[in-house]
């Protein structure tokens, strides 16, 4: 693995203001970080498509590649209980 994203994991396992993050502050220290360092190119709208329309909702992010859909992401706050939106993630993925 990348020694960049493993320095970045290991300082997000000790940032204590982390928990404190809201939804939005999430997506810009951790969820673009985290996808820049993977190699997604951040500024391709192509690539990496925020507010993603699915039917009528948003996705907080598509990655595609090659203009295909390949992995939604929906951002929450860090201190946030993921498990009650596995089926708002799973809908997504399902409807499209």
């Known amino acids: 693995m990348n020694e960049k994203l493993l320095d970045f994991i ?3 396992k000790v940032d204590k203001n ?3 993050y809201n939804e939005a502050a999430t997506k810009q220290a951790v969820i673009l ?3 820049s360092l993977l190699g997604w190119n ?4 192509e690539e ?8 009528s909702k ?3 992010y598509s990655l595609r590649i090659n203009k ?3 992995v939604f992401l929906e951002v929450k706050k860090i201190s946030e209980e ?3 939106h596995q089926e708002q993630l799973l809908g997504y993925a399902f409807q499209e």
């Open 48 to 55: 990496i498509c925020p507010e993603y329309s699915v039917g």
């Open 68 to 70: 295909v859909n390949k």
């Open 82 to 84: 993921l498990a009650k």
């Open 58 to 60: 948003l996705v907080d």
């Open 10 to 12: 290991s300082k997000l």
């Open 33 to 35: 970080r985290l996808l």
């Open 42 to 45: 951040l500024f391709e709208s």
């Open 18 to 20: 982390i928990s404190f």
